[in-house]
């Protein structure tokens, strides 16, 4: 499937409520993850951005500001683009830089053929590892949007990231209060 549509961040958030620094940095944001994703596409056929914008949508609507929506959108700069976190840091300044650091690290986290006692010690070590809780607010996000798209993976890579959502992050995700939030 050819995507022809341009994908705008006014599909995902409502900029309306924002003031007008905050608008531009969302914009800064989404134009600077658009080119950085620009030769990426999901395994869906997507261009890769729809995931970064979804994950600054949700982030939306549980009412954060545009500094956790921008680092929302820039999620996945460093992890998987020729980004550099000193790039983001000057582009972006130093907090939507810790935040993207900190998803970084965690999504480098694997934690396959876990036991359920090894799953709580994994989510303390995720609690502990944050020095803001924002960030697995903005990983939980992102793994959320992944769980919906699960289809496009091959059965078994899918079956271990869904194992590893429902150990890991779906309990976080309710102590945190974000249950409402389904796949």
């Known amino acids: 499937m050819e995507y022809q549509a341009v994908l ?15 608008v531009s940095l969302i914009k800064k944001a989404c134009a600077f993850a658009s080119t950085a994703h620009e030769s990426q596409k999901r395994l ?17 609507e549980m009412g954060f500001d545009a500094e956790v929506i ?24 130093q907090e939507i830089s810790n935040l993207v650091d900190g ?5 480098r986290i694997r934690s396959e ?4 006692r090894q799953a709580e010690n994994i989510r303390k070590m995720l609690f502990s590892m944050v020095n803001d809780i924002r960030i697995i607010l903005i990983k939980l996000t992102d793994k959320l949007h992944n ?18 959502t429902l150990d890991i992050y779906a309990p976080l995700a309710g102590r945190l209060g974000m249950a409402r939030f389904k796949i």
């Open 8 to 22: 705008d961040i006014k599909d995902f958030v409502d900029l309306s409520g924002f003031n007008k620094q905050d």
């Open 44 to 60: 869906s056929g997507e261009p890769f951005i729809i995931h970064p914008l979804h994950v600054a949508g949700m982030l939306f």
């Open 70 to 93: 921008a680092a929302g959108l820039l999620h996945d700069t460093v992890e998987d683009t020729g980004i550099t976190l000193e790039n983001l840091k000057r582009q972006f300044g």
């Open 103 to 107: 998803v970084t690290k965690i999504s």
């Open 113 to 116: 053929n876990i036991k359920q």
């Open 147 to 164: 769980m919906r798209t699960l289809e496009y993976l091959e059965k078994g890579k899918a079956q271990r990231i869904a194992k590893e």
